[in-house]
């Protein structure tokens, strides 16, 4: 990397600030942007990209743009203010100043909401069925005509230690004949991924461990811990996210059975 090289993280909730310290695990420079101050970073600028009442600030000569927003509120005007108002006044003030950087969008498997396949992978025409999985799917397509060098990055739920409400969910014993196959990918896993995906300018992937579960296994799981085997893969009743980049992610925690064991 040459000193000139810049990578801007648009968003700085969670995963913006996991993926930051991540940059910065990887001795690069990185700049952040949001519409709050963030004392963690050590290039933070304050810009609301819903407001036209301010001047956007100058930018050093960006390598890599990483769009990681999260609406205020789950409602379809706060996705459409978010994913397309923004992150049109977004590339438009950056082309202002230069086009000549990759930008990685990060969507959500929930395009695929209504998706019956047993395994989804990139090729897999998507069928959102709600107004945020819609919105999304718009998204995609609005980002990349504004900017052809774009990737778009598809997680899966994203789990970790700091997403607390999300485990709780997930080992709560009410919940345990709930049927529902999920799909998850650690947020440590995630950071690679969008890294990759910067790197080797996929046009699309979808960001998952590859690794479907229903919350009685994981539960069982948890409780025989630590003299328990990680259960096999499920048959092909599970709907399961099967990117084809998986081979080229080193997954930190191939699945969340293996992170529940590291924690023993």
């Known amino acids: 990397m040459t000193s000139q090289d810049r990578n801007l993280i648009v968003g700085t909730g969670k995963l913006g600030r996991r993926f930051y310290d991540y940059l910065q695990s990887k001795k690069q420079s990185v700049i952040t942007l949001s ?12 810009y609301d990209l819903l407001k036209n009442d301010q001047a956007f600030p100058k930018l050093p000569q960006l390598n890599k743009v990483f769009i990681i927003l999260a609406p205020g509120e789950r409602s379809e005007s706060a996705y459409r203010q978010t994913y397309i108002t923004a992150v049109s006044n977004l590339v438009s003030h950056l082309h202002q100043q230069q086009t000549d950087f990759h ?41 990349k005509s504004l900017h052809a060098s774009t990737s778009i990055v598809r997680p899966s739920g994203l789990y970790s ?12 014993p009410a919940q345990y004949d709930n049927p529902k ?5 650690h947020e440590q896993d995630i950071c690679q991924w969008l890294w990759q995906a910067a790197i080797n300018q996929w046009s699309l992937t979808i960001a998952s ?3 479907p579960f229903q919350r ?12 328990v085997e990680t259960p096999s893969l499920p048959d092909h009743s599970a709907k399961r996210y099967l990117s084809l980049n998986l081979d080229q992610i080193k997954l930190q925690y191939p699945s969340i059975f293996h992170w529940l064991q590291s924690r023993m």
């Not at 196959?181 to 990918?185: D, E, F, H, R």
């Not at 539960?219 to 811990?225: G, I």
Request: glycine letters at 2%; aromatic letters at 8%.
């Open 35 to 46: 519409r709050s101050p963030k004392a963690w970073s050590k290039q933070h600028i304050c």
């Open 103 to 143: 930008c990685v969008f990060v969507s959500s498997t929930s395009v695929y909401a209504a998706n019956t396949e047993s395994v989804i992978n990139e090729h897999i025409v998507p069928k959102p069925d709600s107004f945020s999985g819609q919105i999304l799917l718009e998204a995609e397509k609005n980002v």
């Open 161 to 172: 230690s700091q997403r607390q409400r999300l485990i709780d969910s997930l080992l709560d």
């Open 181 to 185: 196959w999920l799909n998850l990918i």
């Open 209 to 211: 461990d590859g690794f």
């Open 216 to 227: 009685k296994q994981l539960q069982d799981f948890q409780q025989s811990l630590p003299d």
